[in-house]
């Protein structure tokens, strides 16, 4: 009969054994971690203008608060000032996500307190709302547009740190940009998993559309086009001139809701997007907004100004 192990030999391997599981366990958590929070190889969004030689990268998750933080300034017909301050304050409060949880009572994406009239936590958690109250107490600071973005945003957040504010307001305007449309086809987001359970759909977008832009961003036919194989369908947004708060073109126009279709992609499920002759599709991201032919007949003409989105099921 073999001799059994000493104590001491026992330990060594227990101990060998608990490093090696403790190493894997360890790279385990990295590797959620960077997938997580757009780490290196992660879905990500960048933000790069013609002729800017910076680029800011963002999750998908940001990118899609900072498109609804966007999208609800246009709704009210306001400058791009007022979309940077907006998204300067988020960045420095939330770092664009929209967290339960903070200093005190305060939660979302711009940390507003339930316990200083800014809403219930439920209304708060919505950043659709959140953006709303935001504009709607920035929009009462006289001169705002005028006044540095530390002081604008300080008159509406009264943080004890109002000069953090600052530190964001370049990759703020760089955004701004994008997400405005001004700065055409600048913010490409790679490939993402949805970020929930739920489906999506053309039916989704329309909602998320018409609750973020205002129910005059799609007709009365609701913006349904054709259907596709497997039950994909197309949503048909079409592109007018912005308001004369925002002052932007029918081009601009067209970019701001297609710039927003990307940065809503992996929550909505949309697998393509095509505008001004570029086409965005998830199944090839990484090459962002790509050059198409040019569509031919009597079609192409009819939807030459439209923002053409199609969903999965």
Known sequence: MSAQPTTPVRRKRLWRISAAFAVLL????????????????????TV???????????????????????????????PERAVTIALATAMQESGLRNIDFGDRDSVGLFQQRPSQ??????QIMDPVYSAGEFYR?????????????????????????PQAYAKHEANAARLTGALTGRDPAALTCTQSRPVDD???????VRERLVREFGPEVLPRTDGVGGRHA?????????????????????????????????????ELRIEQISYAGRTWAAADSGKGWQKRPADSGAASARSAGDVRIITAP
């Open 117 to 122: 009239d800014w809403g219930t936590v439920k």
């Open 230 to 266: 497997g039950g994909r369908r197309t949503v048909t947004v079409p592109v007018r001139p912005t308001g004369p708060g925002a002052g932007g073109s029918a081009t601009q126009r067209g970019w701001e809701l297609a710039t927003w279709a990307v940065a809503h992609s992996a």
């Open 26 to 45: 360890g790279l385990a958590v990295y590797l959620v971690v960077q997938y997580v929070t757009g780490g290196p190889g992660a879905p990500h969004c």
């Open 198 to 204: 739920r489906s999506g759909g053309g039916a989704k």
């Open 48 to 78: 790069r203008a013609e002729g800017d030689g910076e680029a800011y990268e963002l999750t998908p998750e940001q990118a899609a608060n900072a498109a609804t933080i966007s999208a609800v300034a246009s709704s009210r017909g306001l």
């Open 137 to 161: 107490h920035l929009v009462k600071v006289p001169g705002y547009s005028r006044l540095p973005l530390t002081a604008a945003a300080q008159k509406v957040q009264r943080s004890g740190y």
